[in-house]
T-cell receptor, first 113, second 119 residues
């Protein structure tokens, strides 16, 4: 089956710093999604990517769909305390069961004042 | 407000109880999903319904029984659960585009989840 490797597992940063996290896949994906989950809540979609090489921003967040279609990264610039949470990548293949989303194990982000 | 609601938000049950989780989506989508989220593990897909038909069952034990009476509602019936079934159960919905290339309608929107504790 498809596997996603998300790194790092956790990050501790100072407020104001930039953050980068990434996901790599064992197979080609047609879609990459980035979600954020706050404690006790469901994941909320941050950015969706649909084309290889696509670079998309949402405020201070920027994500890219890798040109090989096997990786994606998420950058957060000028972090603030409310950025704290777990960030998940998710990808989707093109056929059969691969069309279901596969999720990374998440990156726990802590922003220190 | 995500457009996907789940009730109850918290549930504590004994191993002999029978309970149901409810999910409702207000987004006009035609596909709904149940996921299990355990600590330190990726989200695990349990069931998928497209156009009210179950299209995926990821080897889920029979003590979990899904029901999709219409495209807006999804239930997960629980009976004789085990303590290891304690987890956050998440519902999601999307607009399925059968036979087409992936696109914006791939995106799944999640509910807030039900935190289940089995004693």
């Amino acid at each position: 089956g498809q596997q996603l490797n998300q790194s790092p597992q956790s990050m501790f940063i100072q407020e104001g710093e930039d953050v980068s996290m990434n996901c790599t896949s064992s197979s080609i994906f047609n879609t990459w999604l980035w979600y954020k989950q706050d404690p006790g809540e469901g994941p909320v979609l941050l950015i969706a990517l649909y084309k290889a090489g696509e670079l998309t921003s949402n405020g201070r967040l920027t994500a890219q769909f890798g040109i090989t279609r096997k990786d994606s990264f998420l950058n957060i610039s000028a972090s603030i305390p409310s950025d704290v949470g777990i960030y998940f990548c998710a990808g989707r293949g093109s056929s059969g069961s691969a069309r279901q989303l596969t999720f990374g194990s998440g990156t726990q982000l802590t922003v220190l004042p | 407000e995500t457009g996907v609601t789940q009730t109850p938000r918290h549930l504590v049950m004994g191993m002999t109880n029978k309970k149901s989780l409810k999910c409702e989506q207000h987004l006009g989508h035609n596909a709904m999903y149940w996921y299990k989220q355990s600590a330190k593990k990726p989200l695990e897909l349990m069931f998928v319904y497209n156009f009210k038909e179950q299209t995926e069952n990821n080897s889920v034990p029979s003590r979990f029984s899904p029901e999709c009476p219409n495209s807006s509602h999804l239930f997960l019936h629980l009976h004789t659960l085990q303590p290891e079934d304690s987890a956050l159960y998440l519902c999601a919905s999307s607009q399925d585009r059968r036979g087409t290339v992936s696109g914006e309608t791939d995106t799944q929107y999640f509910g807030p989840g039900t935190r289940l504790t089995v004693l």
